[in-house]
């Protein structure tokens, strides 16, 4: 689940000159595994994600339909990530996370109606402070750890 505010700045008032936009928003993410017992503890994300870098770039321009390629950088800025930064023995101790997120998108809009397609690679990475292993609370022991997402996204929307 996320929700952002986006600013989108028009470099030149032609058709096909890319438009950069800008965004920051709030994002929750759950990660669960079903099995008993757990290999890994469950995941939830909540982060703060700031847009450092987005273009999208007209490939056609009628009067009514139009097509928009985009790509985007983010940097995640994450507050928690639930029961693995757990201190006992189901998760791995308090951890510094951090997260980047990379995506492209296809745009088709009609009138004020759109439909866009996207592919993003979100990437977090860890590193736990050891303390809770270190003085013996029983929490599994890790340096750090990576986890990566590939997925594909479907969105249909009005625009006003």
């Given at each position: ?46 982060y703060l994600r700031l ?19 985009g790509g985007q950088l ?87």
């Amino acid at each position: 689940l996320e929700g952002d505010l986006r600013y989108r700045w028009q470099l030149w008032d032609h058709p096909y000159v890319s438009d950069l936009v800008f965004s920051v928003g709030l994002g929750l993410m759950r990660f669960e595994i079903d099995a008993d017992p757990l290999p890994l503890p469950n995941i939830r994300y909540s982060y703060l994600r700031l847009g450092l870098l987005a273009v999208e770039q007209p490939l056609y321009v009628g009067q009514r339909l139009s097509v928009v390629f985009g790509g985007q950088l983010a940097y995640l800025i994450v507050f928690g990530a639930g029961e693995i930064e757990a201190s006992d023995s189901s998760g791995f101790g308090a951890a510094d996370i951090g997260g980047v997120d990379l995506g492209a998108s296809l745009r088709v809009s009609y009138a004020s109606f759109y439909a866009s397609l996207g592919l993003s690679y979100r990437r977090f990475f860890y590193t736990f402070d050891r303390l809770c292993a270190i003085e013996g609370q029983g929490c599994a022991e890790a340096g750090g750890a990576l986890e990566e997402i590939t997925d594909v996204t479907v969105l249909f929307g009005y625009r006003m």
